[in-house]
């Protein structure tokens, strides 16, 4: 019985490891995020829309905006993320075509965590170490 019950404690251990070390739903959500926006992919974005953007994401013009933003920055490669809650978070990335760097904020829904409900790329002055060498 000793062996079961200390088995049953190491399993709660690593369970609670990986469970302190868990992406926050505004990360999980910034993630998934820019995996379907920079495939570049009208399937792909309507697909993650329905599971995780607001109902507006939906809308034809708001993806055929977004495809755009996708075509004209080539993406963008994340830099760097400072959470403020695990609802929300800023990010900086960096636009592939321009070198750009904006602000990319995400907040998801406290009730819905895996639903999006502010996604905002931001025009700002980026901090030094994240400025493109001109």
């Known amino acids: 019985m000793k062996r079961r019950n200390m ?3 190491v399993l709660l251990s690593f369970l609670g490891a990986a469970v302190a070390g868990a ?3 505004a990360r999980v959500q ?3 995020f820019l995996t379907a926006f920079n495939s570049g992919n009208r399937a792909t974005l309507t697909a ?5 953007a607001p109902p507006d994401f939906l809308r034809p013009e708001i993806i055929d905006q977004t495809l755009e933003m996708n075509r004209t920055s ?3 490669e994340l830099l760097e993320v400072n959470e403020s809650s695990p609802l929300a978070l800023t990010s900086w990335v960096r636009a592939r075509a321009s070198k ?9 829904d406290a009730d819905s965590p895996e639903r999006i409900i502010v ?5 700002a002055e980026p901090p030094e170490r994240l400025r ?3």
């Open 74 to 76: 080539g993406g963008y």
């Open 7 to 9: 088995l049953g404690c």
């Open 132 to 134: 493109s060498p001109e």
């Open 48 to 52: 993650f829309g329905k599971d995780h």
């Open 23 to 25: 992406p926050s739903p």
């Open 100 to 108: 750009e760097v904006v602000l990319l904020r995400i907040e998801v």
């Open 30 to 32: 910034l993630d998934g």
């Open 119 to 123: 996604v905002a790329f931001q025009s």
